[in-house]
């Protein structure tokens, strides 16, 4: 169900475990955060939207087995959803197996003007250890950014700093990318040192405290452009400030 026009929200949260709470606690949280919105659907093999009436036992039942199922708004002309996949430590930051929760939006006003309310909920909601939202397809620009080789480019073709694997990065709350709106638990915000009073006073601006200690930041007041330079000159003087993001400092 995703468009082209959509906005993205992904969290690594540690991994899930048989009668995991973490999904309803999502659900909910995205629910209060997107006026009208109720996550009540799944989705058939063949991709029509299936009403789920008793969706809380349901799912509760599904998490039983360390599962979180893709639910969705049931709106084809306006989809909203929202999944969790478990992910190895094999390629996990400090070899930790890891839960992601992947959400997806429609990009208009009204998803634009809650996403940082959309992204606290499912990043509280999954107790991650960072997250972001971003326009739909900003991961192939992250991509490029991804250091393969140790005698690759300095930087990417957006000019933009090359980034360690993630596998490669010693701990799981250290954030691999920035995005254009960046969640940052308690224990990540420590990691990469923020915030500086004298250094953030700008980000500070844009940022707010979430309830269990960690952060939201946003780093331009629209979705981020790529082609837009004011965009990118953000993103770069963000990274310039956040050397341990993408393991480019040492911890």
Not at 68 to 77: I, Q
Not at 91 to 110: K, M
Not at 185 to 213: H, V
Request: aromatic share 8%.
């Amino acid at each position: 169900m995703t468009t082209p026009d959509a906005l993205t929200f992904i969290v690594h949260a540690p991994a899930i475990v048989d009668e995991d709470a973490r999904a309803l606690d999502v659900i909910h949280g995205m629910e209060k955060a997107l006026p009208g919105l109720r996550l009540a659907w799944r989705i058939s093999e063949g991709g029509r939207p299936i009403a789920l009436p008793h969706r809380d036992t349901w799912l509760a039942e599904m998490t039983r087995d360390g599962k979180f199922p893709l639910l969705c708004n049931g709106d084809e002309s306006y989809p909203v959803t929202v999944v969790g996949r478990g992910r190895s430590g094999r390629l996990g930051s400090g070899g930790q197996a890891r839960f992601e929760v992947h959400a997806e939006t429609p990009l208009d006003a009204p998803a634009i003007a809650a996403a940082a309310a959309v992204l606290e909920a499912v990043a509280e909601g999954a107790r991650a250890y960072w997250g972001h939202a971003s326009p739909y397809g900003y991961g192939s620009e992250v991509a490029q950014q991804f250091r393969r080789s140790p005698h690759g480019p300095e930087r990417s073709p957006r000019g933009l700093p090359m980034l360690s694997l993630p596998e490669k990065l010693p701990a799981p709350a250290i954030p691999w990318f920035l995005g254009w709106l960046n969640y940052w638990s308690a224990a990540a915000a420590q990691a990469i040192g923020f915030p500086d009073p004298a250094r953030d006073a700008e980000l500070l601006t844009r940022a707010r405290r979430t309830a269990s200690g960690g952060w939201i930041v946003q780093l331009t007041d629209a979705p981020l452009d790529m082609d837009n330079p004011a965009h990118l000159d953000a993103l770069l003087r963000t990274y310039e400030r956040f050397p341990k993001i993408g393991g480019r400092a040492a911890p």
